[in-house]
């Protein structure tokens, strides 16, 4: 006989072989001929199990039957596959157009897929759409893609790690019968596509958080069969020139789609124009040519063409980028980046000065150089030479940014103080003692970077602080000298908090306590994590206790 304990454990067993086919549809093995289907029991799900009906899936269609999630919530799923639209068109104008589904695709060409999720229940859908490129972590919208042998192929951005960027939310109640549809390009989801044939599957999360907001299983839709056709080399040539001369139109939107369809291509023809394309400065542009890359398999041919352009025409965030995830050796990128400190172009001399805070394990050669952009005439270019030091614990860098501290810039010298206090720079004490008079902003980052430096000098400059007229520059003194132990400023936070005038002072206060309590790691007014949410009184009362009552852990 089995005790209760095996018995537990055979139920799991048994529940874990028939989930497998289930699980293995969507993690490389060939998807099923018939819908994958769930039914009730899942948290959030409600009533009895219901019967789904079953749409044949048409040329270039596959449907699901619904599924039932929170409060009763019925979700059918539809994906269908079409020729992605012109490069000056948009998915959107291309499906209102009414481009014809297919199944037939060639090499390298943009596939255009619609999800349709119709709400089949009995009560509204909130609808709630992550927008950007590609939804990344909080991807609700997924296509899994297999080759005739069953194999799944490859994400290009699971390859390089990280999802994609992310923006903000769309919401929308869909009433009972009403549908929304969303486009996204296959393309994105695999690197590029071989001749053969393939196999989709989409997947429709209804939450970007998934299962935490009830829903324990999704829709996936039916398999949809696809092919894709072989191009002569002259042909695949001739596709991506046509895409290249998309490039030169002086619509930013053309550019855009033009070099996200070159990356598509996968073609290492494309490598030039691609790189080209870093360095445009329309709204997203670069951006998309940074992706591009995602989509080259010979990576040794993306170096030799990223570090032609380095060359070429300097240094650029985006393509620094490229060259550090390549792991391009920093010896063979100094001499460019440099060289683009003298750049005519002062976005670009920001670029490099910005760039040479990663090569801070190549002391002087990159330092000396750095530190001469910190007298530039373009005060972006300053501050991302400070921004850069960030990173050289070296007392010429030390002295240097103490010499900064000077700049014309308010928002220079804070970001100077900023950097030393991240530094922990115990020689720019007396230079920081100086500022706590400056205007509050100054003042204030001045106390924020004596706190971090932490030594008995600093602790002393922060007490003169407490002299200072400007009360919310000795609050936040005396919320820096707490957190670093020192208990007799505790009558005066309590004297300020009480005296606020404004509620949103009050709240600074406590925002200020909160900090100070958990640097210090001891016991606030109320539960652990929460400090900051407690209101003004709960602070008072704390404040007036007696320092014995509290322990550190």
Not at 108 to 129: C, H, L, M, Q
Not at 206 to 233: K, N, Q, S
Not at 423 to 431: D, G, N, S, V
């Amino acid at each position: 006989m089995l005790n209760p304990s095996m018995r537990v454990v055979l139920a799991s067993i048994l529940l874990l072989v028939a989930a497998l086919p289930v699980l293995l549809a969507g993690e490389g093995a060939a998807p099923q001929q018939r819908p994958l289907s769930w039914s009730g029991g899942g948290r959030g799900y409600g009533g009895a199990p219901e019967q789904h009906r079953v749409a044949q899936p048409r040329s270039g269609e596959g449907i699901f039957s619904s599924l039932s999630g929170p409060e009763d919530t019925v979700l059918s799923l539809t994906i269908t596959l079409r020729h992605g639209p012109p490069v000056s068109q948009t998915p959107e104008e291309t499906a209102e157009a009414g481009a014809p589904a297919d199944t037939v695709f060639r090499q390298g060409e943009p596939i255009d897929v619609a999800f349709t999720i119709t709400n089949e229940g009995e009560k509204s859908f909130r609808y709630i759409d992550v927008e950007g490129s590609r939804p990344g972590g909080m991807g609700q919208y997924r296509l899994v893609v297999t080759d005739e042998r069953g194999r799944r192929l490859a994400d290009p951005w699971k390859v390089w790690g990280g999802g994609g960027r992310s923006g903000g939310l769309n919401l929308a109640d869909i009433s009972p019968g009403e549908s929304f549809t969303k486009h996204v390009y296959l393309n994105q989801w695999v690197m590029p596509l071989s001749p053969g044939h393939y196999t989709v599957v989409g997947v429709y999360w209804p939450h970007p958080h998934g299962a935490r907001w009830g829903y324990a299983a999704v829709p996936h839709c039916l398999p949809v069969e696809m092919d894709v056709r072989p191009r002569t080399e002259a042909d695949l040539k001739a596709y991506v020139r046509r895409l290249g001369g998309e490039l030169q139109s002086d619509e930013p939107q053309r550019r855009l789609q033009a070099v996200r369809y070159l990356g598509f291509s996968g073609s290492l023809h494309a490598l030039s124009d691609i790189a080209r394309t870093l360095y445009d400065e329309g709204q997203n542009v670069a951006f998309r040519a940074g992706e591009a890359f995602r989509y080259m398999t010979d990576r040794n041919a993306c170096i030799r063409v990223l570090l032609r352009t380095l060359d070429e025409r300097g240094p650029i965030t985006r393509l620094q980028y490229l060259v550090a995830h390549y792991k391009v050796p920093k010896s063979r990128t100094l001499a460019p980046t440099i060289k683009g400190l003298s750049d005519p172009d002062a976005t670009r001399r920001a670029a490099a000065a910005r760039t040479l805070g990663q090569y801070y394990d190549m002391g002087d050669a990159a330092l000396v150089p750095l530190l001469g952009t910190l007298k530039d005439k373009d005060p972006g270019v300053r501050q991302a030479a400070v921004s850069a030091l960030w990173n050289y614990r070296l007392p010429k860098a030390t002295a240097a940014l103490l010499a900064a501290s000077y700049d014309p810039d308010e928002q220079i010298r804070r970001l100077v103080i900023q950097t030393l206090g991240i530094l922990k720079a115990e020689a720019a004490i007396p230079r920081l003692s100086e500022l706590l008079v400056e205007t509050p902003m100054i003042a204030c980052a001045a106390v924020d970077a004596l706190r971090k430096i932490g030594t008995a000098e600093a602790v002393e400059a922060l007490r003169d602080g407490l002299e200072v007229v400007e009360e919310t520059v000795r609050v936040r003194t005396a919320a820096a000298l707490l957190s670093l132990g020192d208990d007799s400023v505790r009558a005066l936070l309590a004297d300020a908090l009480e005296s606020a005038s404004f509620p949103w002072l009050a709240s600074d206060i406590c925002n200020l306590l909160g900090n100070a309590v958990e640097k210090r790691g001891i016991p606030g007014p109320g539960p652990e994590g929460k400090t900051h949410m407690i209101d003004p009184e709960a602070w008072l009362k704390w404040l007036r206790q007696s320092p014995r009552d509290l322990t550190t852990p």
